[in-house]
Structures are given as C-alpha cells and as structure tokens.
C-alpha cells in the first residue's frame, strides 16, 4: 500500500465511522442510552430524597433503598447491553492495537541497543539524555502553561452553564499521584521480562541503556549482538508495515463506537469546551513547529508532512502508542540517525506528552470554572507543577489523564464529581491528545539529531 493511498483510506474510513456511528447510534444504541439516562435521573432523585431523610430506620428509607438499587441494576445492565452492541467495531481497533503493543517492545528494545551500542560512549549516551529531558521539560512547561492562559480567557466552565453532578458523588476513576517512591519503581524494572510483558517503555529503555553499553564495551564480541539486533529490529520494521494495512479498518472501528456509544448530540452539548479545546491544540501544533523551525528551518514542513499518517492513525484510535512503528520508520526516512530516534522517541513516550499535559491544566481549570471556584494565580502555577510532575511516567495507564486529574482535583478541593462532565467526551479530546503527542515527540527527536550532527 503506498503512503498516499493509506492517508487517504485513513481519512476515508474517519468520515465513515463519523457515519456509521450517527447511524448505529438513532437506530441501535438511542433506546439503550434513553434506559440509562432514564434511571440515572431517578437514581439522582433518589440521592436527593435520601440526603434529606436523617433517620435511616424509616420505612420510607428502606423503600427507596431498595428503589436505588433497582434503578442501578437496570442502569448497568443497559451499559453492559450497550457495550455488547459495540463489540463488533471496538474488536477492529482492539486487534490493530495489540498487534502494535506486541510489536512496540522488541522493537524499543532491539533499535534502542543497536543505537547506544554504536554510539557507546557513555558520555556522549549522558549529553544526549541531558538535551533531550531539557526538551521535553521545556516543552511539557510550555504546554501546561498554554492550557492554562487560554482556559482563563475563554472561561469555558462559565460559559457552558452545564447541570453539575453532586459534589459529594465519586467519579470511579481511580486517584494517581505518584510518589517518589512509585516513580523509581516505575522508572526501574525489577525483571526485564516482566517490562517487556506489561509493556513499560520507560524500564525497557533502561535494560535496553545498560545491555546498549555492556554490548558497545566487549568491543568485537559485541559486534555480533549489534549485528543479531538490527536484522531483528528490520524484521520487526517489516512486520510493522504489514500491521499498518490494518489502520484504516482500526480508525473506522475506533470512530463508530465513540459516536455510536454518544451521539452526535454530545458535540451540540460540549460545542463550547471542545472547539476551544481544539483550537488551544492547534496553537499548541503551531508552536511547536515554530519551535522546530528555529532548529530544522524549513525542513520542519517536510517533517510534518512525513508524519501526516501516523498523527491521523493516532488521532482516529485515540492512541498516540499506535503511531509509533510508523513514526519510527517515518524518521529515519526524513534523515534522522537511527541511534538519536530509538534513544529520544520511547523516552518521548513518557515523558513528552504535550498534547496531554495542556488537557491537564484546560480540564481541572474547566472544572473549577463549573463549580464556581475562584482559583489564585499562585494555586493555578501549584496546580501546573503539580501536574507536571504526577504526569511523568504514568504514559502505560489507561486514560492517564483523566486518572492524573482525579488525584490533582482533591488537591485543590475541586470536587472529583465533576469528571463525568468530562468522561462523555474524553474519547473526542483524546483523539486531539493523542496527534498532539505524536507531533511534539517526532519534533523533539528531530531537533536533537540536528543538535548532535546527525541529521542528514
């Protein structure tokens, strides 16, 4: 398949799964979504009648006790009924993504060892760590500050007048707030096999450092290695470009089941917090490659040009992870040293999320706005670096952001209730997150291998 023809059927199978999604949701899932807003409404009711009753040993009580529970039993076997009517489309971004995530660790591993050992000087592995942790600092800073002037100019919790859930009422998700003590084990793997089993790029990218330097050190015994790693690494590269036929069906799949499970109508509700959302990104988009311009002038377009694949594979699976075959092969194409693009880009994937770092500070600022909270500017910066960096490393945890937000709200004493405001449509701005992600780390590797020489 060329690359123009998989742009294409990419867009393509986007403004189809736009209109499958539409369909399937009037025809299908509308009746299922009417049950469940139906019995929210009551349960909601029933919380409200309960809060007012002091004695729990009145009939009263244990009548709508038992009407609560009813209302939650139909209410979740609705959503089960309406995730079993999704299956059949989620399966198709399901299987494209696990194909990516059993490609994503050998391939981190074998690029990243062949990469260090022939840089194998330790000291030259240290400055180009040092630059680009400088990068992606500067970067998530630059992020996290953005989201937080344009959520006080637009103001879009005040603006969108939305009905807020009780304060008192947990959101589900579960609270994160790394500790120090976390992140180390996070950062270090305790078996290499297990890293590689979970997935954990960041404890990859250490095992794969050290066995890089301990290859480079043995000096022609290691050229074997070296040798066995790059074949290895070519022939994961070429099951990659197989996988990637599979992006458009993954894309299609991925786009129906999030229209199909809200509707279009949620667009008409959120109008105001997502096209402001997405405006902040594309300035956000605009600054970064400004920022490349400085380094690369105007080979930075090309760049963007090169990466037009694997931003829409990463905006329609609301995953920048499935773009990172591709961004590899696509950097290396451009002219960036394999050695600079295997060490910079997982650690990328860690530690640079630029897309999700300016979300952090857009959303609790948005809720704050909902719940009328006056936040000083002083508490806004503590919030920004606060998130700055509870946010590292936590790039393997499912919906990360919003898992992040969970455990900075209370923090501040913003009610966590106020996620379900955001749960309904984080599909939508993830899929912005995630091509944000993608561009800030491809820049970022770019920038450095123009730094240490070795752009061609």
Not at 421 to 426: A, K, W
Request: with cysteine; hydrophobic share 55%; charged share 15%.
């Amino acid at each position: 398949m060329q690359k123009s023809k998989l742009t294409l059927y990419i867009f393509i199978a986007l403004i189809l799964g736009v209109i499958a999604g539409y369909l399937y949701n009037v025809y299908v899932i509308d009746a299922i979504n009417t049950k469940i807003n139906k019995a929210e409404a009551t349960i909601k009711s029933i919380d409200n009648r309960l809060a007012e009753l002091h004695d729990s040993s009145q009939s009263i009580y244990k009548s709508l006790k038992i009407q609560k529970t009813e209302q939650v039993n139909i209410r979740n076997e609705n959503d089960s009924l309406r995730e079993d009517k999704l299956d059949g489309f989620t399966l198709l971004s399901d299987i494209f993504l696990r194909l990516i995530k059993m490609i994503m660790a050998p391939l981190i591993f074998t690029t990243l060892v062949v990469g260090v050992a022939k840089v194998g000087d330790i000291k030259t592995v240290g400055r180009i760590g040092g630059r680009t942790l400088l990068w992606f600092l500067s970067a998530s800073l630059v992020s996290l500050l953005l989201g937080m002037l344009l959520v006080n100019l637009f103001e879009p919790g005040k603006a969108m007048h939305l009905t807020l859930p009780d304060s008192h009422i947990n959101s589900g998700i579960k609270k994160t707030a790394l500790s120090l003590h976390d992140f180390i084990n996070h950062v270090f793997p305790r078996s290499f096999i297990e890293a590689m089993a979970d997935n954990e790029i960041l404890q990859i990218v250490v095992f794969s450092m050290f066995f890089g330097i301990g290859t480079a050190a043995i000096g022609e015994k290691g050229e074997i290695v070296i040798k066995a790693m790059d074949a290895i690494a070519h022939v994961i590269l070429k099951i990659t470009g197989y996988v990637m036929k599979l992006a458009p069906l993954a894309v299609f799949g991925a786009i129906t089941a999030i229209i199909a499970k809200q509707g279009l109508g949620i667009l008409s509700v959120y109008a105001v917090f997502i096209g402001e959302f997405y405006f902040s990104l594309i300035i956000l988009w605009l600054i970064i490659i400004l920022a490349g311009f400085f380094v690369l002038h105007k080979r930075v377009f090309t760049l963007v040009n090169y990466i037009k694949d694997a931003m829409l594979v990463a905006f329609g699976t609301s995953t920048s992870e499935a773009a990172y075959p591709k961004v590899l092969l696509e950097l290396e194409r451009f002219g960036c040293n394999n050695k600079i693009v295997s060490f910079v880009l997982p650690l990328g994937y860690s530690f640079n999320l630029d897309g999700g770092m300016m979300y952090m500070t857009f959303a609790s600022l948005f809720l704050a706005q909902a719940y009328n909270m006056h936040l000083t500017f002083g508490q806004q910066l503590t919030m920004l670096l606060v998130l700055m960096f509870t946010s590292k490393g936590v790039a393997g945890v499912p919906r990360a952001a919003l898992v992040v937000l969970a455990g900075t709200l209370a923090m501040f004493n913003i009610p966590e209730a106020g996620l379900a405001l955001l749960i309904g449509i984080d599909p939508l701005l993830d899929m912005g997150r995630s091509a944000t992600n993608v561009l800030g780390n491809v820049v970022a590797t770019a920038v450095i291998s123009k730094w240490e020489n070795e752009l061609n």
